[in-house]
């Protein structure tokens, strides 16, 4: 007897059963995996609506925060955005005062309610048959009013001395440049002159134009509203790129929103400026560009009532627009009465454009957060004179007269707050100018920048018979400190302290040189040598008097009549710094709901504290 074995035909089929049995398995664990990812998903977007239910809740006390959370929970997308939770989807609003900590929905303990806690609750179903019953998803979100352990905006939070407490600080803007005023006709004239070289057009803008523009502002609220960015955080609209003709558009649409009588005076001008400008003429521009907010403050949206002033978008926009900063124009006596010569050449470039800032205070440790800078500036006025020498002829010269520098800046030092009030009783501003360097000196490259040397090198000109060699050497003027506090940057600094109103209408100086020192040019920066037999009664020493005669009086009025209304165009400080306190200054500063059906929105007033994310 004996045992036959086993044939490969009896073992057929054996992994078919644990390959099925794998499968089975297989499909179990991942309709597990794809239901708790679900329910993963599903519990993150219920604690985002239990986090900005809570945000916009607390934000309406002392009212009742439920008919804010359930819009908000409409917003954002909730499946169930009712208070009846009977049924396992629905919301829970409760809110607590900061002494006992305990959440009710009770009315009474809304008039010292601080802090809204929402709690969301969702039904989720398993998307696969295999898997047991459904799971309840419930998430909390609390927020409470002004800045606690969890401070919400980093930029706004200052501890209080000798506690473990935080507090909401102050928001203030600041703005540094020469006066606003443009009422002389050789403003306007420079101004239109700008206008037409940068982005072509033609300008008859007067002096009282140029005034309304000056006197005209716009709110950051209008402005945004103008450009069709009624809703997200200002950061969005100050880093919108559009081009130059956009941006007059939206400020004359503000202007008339605004209907102010200022307003109206800036908008006939700026639209007989608008109407010039091409749609595709210069590079893009940004607000940043010429409005700036500090930090995070920002994204807040605490400041819809800041305002810009026209004359700087204009004129800040212009120069942006023009791309690399650098801008030349001829100019002679029939543009600007009473030029010296037979006309100048003027170069000037923009190392940085001028800028206003919003933002809060020094910190404890005296750092500046909030600082707004006036352009430097680079500048060559070439102007062309007639020398006349006796007994020979006329004597044609170009003389460059050169500037650069005239650096300020405006730091938001610190706003005193009354207890209660929303307005701050003062400002203090700390201003500061940087040196200012005028010469006689030549810059030749497209950055003018001043090469050492000479202001005109071997110049050979005949007259008549004879050959005039002349070699000028470049004479440099430093505008120095006088009677004003030297600070760490040579130059001049000293606090300014503004009170109210804040509507931007006043200015203060900081103090610098009473007046721009021109240079003056002596006989040993000049070398005349003459090839050819002089003519009986005149001599070396005869031909430089004769050029001095012409050359030094040159610089006052191209000082007066460009550089002067050329810095007031451009919002530059020469020898002194004029310094601005505008809106907004508040020292309660507020957060508003960006989206438009909020109805806690851009025109709320003032007074309620900023909320934070506690839990």
């Given amino acids: 007897?004996?045992?036959?074995?086993?044939?490969?035909?009896?073992?057929?089929?054996?992994?078919?059963?644990?390959?099925?049995?794998?499968?089975?398995?297989?499909?179990?664990?991942?309709?597990?995996?794809?239901?708790?990812?679900?329910?993963?998903?599903?519990?993150?977007?219920?604690?985002?609506?239990?986090?900005?239910?809570?945000?916009?809740?607390?934000?309406?006390?002392?009212?009742?925060?439920?008919?804010?959370?359930?819009?908000?929970?409409?917003?954002?997308?909730?499946?169930?955005?009712?208070?009846?939770?009977?049924?396992?989807?629905?919301?829970?609003?409760?809110?607590?005062?900061?002494?006992?900590?305990?959440f009710t929905s009770l009315p009474a303990t809304l008039p010292v309610a601080t802090a809204v806690r929402v709690t969301t609750k969702s039904i989720h179903k398993n998307d696969f048959p295999s898997v047991g019953g459904g799971h309840n998803v419930s998430r909390k979100g609390t927020a409470s009013l002004g800045n606690g352990a969890g401070c919400y905006y980093p930029d706004l939070c200052e501890k209080v001395p000798g506690t473990t407490e935080t507090s909401v600080s102050p928001l203030g803007t600041v703005r540094v440049g020469s006066t606003l005023a443009s009422a002389t006709s050789s403003d306007s004239k420079i101004l239109n002159l700008l206008l037409n070289r940068t982005v072509g057009g033609t300008y008859a803008v007067d002096a009282v134009g140029w005034q309304g523009l000056a006197n005209g502002k716009v709110s950051l609220e209008r402005l945004r509203t103008a450009l069709g960015a009624t809703a997200g955080s200002p950061n969005g609209v100050l880093d919108a790129s559009?081009?130059?003709?956009?941006?007059?558009?939206a400020t004359v649409d503000a202007l008339n929103a605004d209907g102010s009588p200022s307003s109206l005076a800036a908008v006939t001008p700026l639209i007989a400026i608008r109407n010039?400008?091409?749609?595709?003429?210069?590079?893009?521009?940004?607000?940043?560009?010429?409005?700036?907010?500090?930090?995070?403050?920002?994204?807040?949206?605490?400041?819809?009532?800041?305002?810009?002033?026209?004359?700087?978008?204009?004129?800040?926009?212009?120069?942006?627009?023009?791309?690399?900063?650098?801008?030349?124009?001829?100019?002679?006596?029939?543009?600007?009465?009473?030029?010296?010569?037979?006309g100048v050449t003027v170069k000037f470039g923009l190392i940085e454009p001028p800028q206003q800032k919003t933002g809060p205070p020094k910190t404890a440790a005296g750092v500046y957060r909030t600082v707004a800078e006036t352009a430097q500036v680079r500048l060559l006025v070439e102007s062309n004179v007639v020398v006349p020498i006796p007994l020979l002829g006329n004597l044609t010269l170009k003389v460059p007269y050169f500037f650069e520098g005239a650096g300020a800046s405006a730091s938001l030092d610190t706003l005193t707050c009354p207890t209660g009030a929303d307005e701050p009783s003062n400002v203090k501003i700390f201003g500061q100018t940087s040196?200012?360097?005028?010469?006689?000196?030549?810059?030749?490259?497209?950055?003018?920048?001043?090469?050492?040397?000479?202001?005109?090198?071997?110049?050979?000109?005949?007259?008549g018979s004879l050959t005039v060699n002349l070699v000028l050497s470049s004479v440099t003027v430093t505008v120095s400190a006088t009677g004003a506090v030297v600070s760490s940057i040579p130059g001049h600094s000293?606090?300014?302290?503004?009170?109210?109103?804040?509507?931007?209408?006043?200015?203060?100086?900081?103090?610098?040189?009473?007046?721009?020192?021109?240079p003056t040019a002596m006989d040993g920066n000049l070398t005349v040598t003459v090839s050819g037999a002089l003519p009986l009664g005149l001599d070396l020493p005869?031909?430089?008097?004769?050029?001095?005669?012409?050359?030094?009086?040159?610089?006052?009025p191209l000082n007066?009549?460009?550089?002067?209304?050329?810095?007031?165009?451009?919002?530059?400080?020469?020898?002194?710094?004029?310094?601005?306190?505008?809106?907004?200054?508040?020292?309660?500063?507020?957060?508003?709901?960006?989206?438009?059906?909020?109805?806690?929105?851009?025109?709320?007033?003032?007074?309620?504290?900023?909320?934070?994310?506690?839990?």
Avoid at 568 to 594: E, K, M, Y
């Fill in 542 to 556: 005869g031909i430089q008097s004769a050029i001095w005669a012409v050359l030094n009086p040159t610089l006052t």
């Fill in 276 to 342: 010039q400008v091409s749609a595709v003429a210069g590079a893009n521009v940004t607000l940043r560009s010429l409005f700036d907010i500090v930090g995070n403050v920002g994204s807040g949206n605490d400041v819809a009532d800041a305002t810009i002033n026209v004359k700087d978008i204009v004129m800040g926009g212009l120069i942006v627009a023009n791309g690399n900063n650098f801008i030349s124009m001829d100019l002679t006596a029939t543009d600007i009465p009473g030029l010296p010569g037979t």
């Fill in 560 to 615: 007066n009549l460009i550089v002067k209304p050329l810095q007031r165009a451009l919002g530059l400080s020469l020898g002194d710094a004029d310094i601005w306190a505008p809106p907004v200054q508040h020292c309660n500063p507020t957060s508003f709901n960006t989206d438009p059906t909020s109805s806690v929105g851009p025109s709320a007033p003032y007074g309620y504290q900023v909320p934070s994310l506690v839990g």
């Fill in 435 to 463: 040196v200012a360097k005028t010469s006689m000196n030549a810059a030749t490259n497209a950055n003018i920048t001043s090469p050492s040397g000479t202001v005109i090198t071997a110049v050979s000109t005949p007259i």
């Fill in 242 to 249: 559009m081009k130059y003709r956009n941006l007059l558009n």
């Fill in 1 to 102: 007897m004996f045992l036959r074995g086993r044939s490969r035909s009896d073992e057929r089929g054996a992994l078919a059963v644990l390959a099925a049995v794998g499968i089975v398995v297989a499909m179990i664990a991942a309709s597990f995996a794809v239901d708790l990812g679900t329910l993963a998903e599903e519990a993150r977007q219920d604690q985002k609506v239990a986090d900005l239910g809570a945000l916009d809740g607390v934000r309406v006390l002392p009212a009742d925060p439920t008919a804010a959370v359930v819009a908000s929970a409409t917003r954002n997308g909730f499946e169930c955005p009712d208070t009846n939770v009977a049924d396992g989807c629905g919301l829970i609003v409760q809110w607590a005062d900061g002494a006992t900590g305990i």
């Fill in 494 to 518: 000293g606090t300014l302290t503004f009170t109210g109103p804040y509507d931007g209408t006043t200015s203060q100086k900081v103090p610098g040189t009473t007046a721009l020192t021109l």
